[in-house]
């Protein structure tokens, strides 16, 4: 079980705008940077957001995150069919001294 | 743009050991720090080990007390040994370069079948 709390899936149609939330608690989400992984089938995550709302260069500006106390999000508007992937969010946990990553969720275009 | 490459995955007996490597194409590990995460098939990512740029080692609870994680910074090599290996750690094993708070760059990944 992960120690942070994605829903396991979410969906939209193109154009739409949906939102990823993910849960965590103070030794983790509430003290650290959030960052949020997109990783399409058979291939390796890519880093889409980091420090809880910067995006890498090259991620487009669809892409956007934020952070509240114990809990962040990951939106993106404009939704389109390449958007179709896992998303998994991950922080560093000062209690367990360790990084804990969020179950994934699985965006559906439909 | 750093690109890692693991090597060191492959069919492996129920209780035995495995050493992954993970080397930069065509740049330096630098002073970061570096680390492991794993996907079961089908399941989510899992992290399992880093290590900081001066040695410091991290381990998930999972693999704590059977693994080590190691760096030649010289070489620009980063090693995961994972010892009495079972069945659910059967995984792709991704190495990734952390900059301040976050895993900016990801290997192909090196995939290890443990049988019985």
């Known amino acids: 079980q992960s120690m942070l709390t994605q829903p396991p899936s979410a969906s939209g149609t193109p154009g739409q705008r949906v939102t990823i939330s993910c849960s965590g608690s103070?030794?983790?989400?509430?003290?650290?940077?959030v960052s949020w992984y997109q990783q399409l089938p058979g291939t390796a995550p890519k880093l889409h957001i980091y420090?809880?709302?910067q995006r890498p260069s090259g991620v487009p500006d669809r892409f956007s995150g934020s952070k509240s106390g114990t809990s962040a999000s990951l939106a993106i508007s404009g939704l389109q069919s390449e958007d179709e992937a896992d998303y998994y969010c991950?922080?560093?946990?000062?209690?367990?001294?360790?990084?804990?990553f969020g179950g994934g969720t699985k965006l559906t275009v439909l | 743009e750093v690109q890692l490459l693991e090597s060191g995955g492959g069919l492996v007996q129920f209780g035995t050991s495995l050493k992954l490597s993970c080397t930069p194409s065509?740049?330096?590990?630098?002073?970061?720090?570096l680390g492991w995460v794993r996907q079961a098939p089908g399941k989510g990512l899992e992290w399992v080990s880093s290590?900081?740029?001066?040695?410091?080692?991290y381990y998930a609870d999972s693999v704590k007390g059977r693994s080590t994680i190691s760096r030649d910074n010289s070489n620009n090599i980063l090693w995961l040994q994972v010892n009495s290996l079972r069945a659910n750690d059967t995984a792709i094993y991704f190495c990734?370069?952390?900059?301040?708070?976050?895993?900016?760059?990801w290997g192909q990944g090196a995939l290890v079948t443990v049988s019985s």
């Open positions: 290590i900081s740029g001066t040695g410091t080692t």
């Open positions: 990734a370069q952390e900059r301040s708070g976050h895993f900016e760059y």
């Open positions: 103070s030794s983790n989400i509430g003290g650290n940077f």
């Open positions: 991950a922080v560093w946990d000062d209690r367990l001294k360790g990084w804990v």
């Open positions: 420090d809880n709302n």
């Open positions: 065509g740049s330096s590990f630098g002073i970061y720090a």
